[in-house]
């Protein structure tokens, strides 16, 4: 048994084996194995942002089975994607590579006023897949945020019962301009609200130095928010003071370069690790299995 992993779960300890082992599970696999970080491939944005935008940079990755078979020679620990995407490999990779079923999903075909998932499959279709767990998105900030965390409620419940822990999106939107999304208030405000709704794994937007709300400016006097790493640990301490596990999502694709300090700053601040698409699949198998290893490597340095 992993220490690292075993400190980690420590944290879960009111939870039923079949959640721990679920979480045991995701946090044991591949080449981040063991270390305590986490290294996860989404491919949700075909559905969120429509397939052109998101495959056409690399056409492979229309074809569904081209992405488990990415992350796994890449080495993540697990592959998230919509009920389409898993049905259509499930039979080939479960028990191979923890699948992550994402229960929710949005499209960019309506407006923004008031952004709301829909739910899009269920708990059950998570346990006939042969999945780790679930993932569901919430819009904090959204007008439809109350019906959203009452879903969530219900959904993690259910997911509990049958040993699936959740990994929650805490994407805030709506309500706010395109920059509070990603403000270091905002950010760590939507860590700790997906937190309190139980959520077991926490995904947020790597934060921005901004502080949005003008009732939070006061209290970020006495916290260091300058470098990426340093607002990177306030999300974590935001997040039961690092008894969650937090990942940082890798945003629209971008040089290897900048991939990478990002990545360091990440590590280098007490993050679990990275949950990264666009920048991972919009690449050659290759090159993406090669960028992937590398932020591997640096979360590997820092564990
Ligand atoms: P990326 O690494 O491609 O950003 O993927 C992470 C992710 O959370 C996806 O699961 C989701 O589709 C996407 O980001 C949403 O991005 P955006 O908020 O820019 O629409």
Known sequence: MSEAVERIL???????PGVVGNLRRLLNHGRLGGTGKVVILPVDQGFEHGPARSFAPNPAGFDPGYHPRLALDAGCNGYAAPLGFIEAIARDYAGELPLILKVNNSDSLGGPEAPC???TSAVDDALR?????IGYTIYPGSGLRNQMYQDLRDLIRRAREVGLPT???????GGMTAQGETAIDVVAYAAQIACQLGAHVVKVKPPSELIFQDAARRSYEGIPISTLADRIRHVVQSSFNGRRIVIFSGGAAKGTEAVIEEIREIAKGGGYGSIVGRNAFQRSHDEAVELLQQIMDIYAAEA
Request: hydrophobic share 45%; proline share 5%; charged share 10%.
């Open 10 to 16: 420590a944290n879960y300890a009111g939870e039923n």
């Open 117 to 119: 998932s829909a739910l």
């Open 129 to 133: 897949l042969g999945c780790a767990a």
């Open 167 to 173: 990994i929650v999106w805490s994407y805030p939107r």
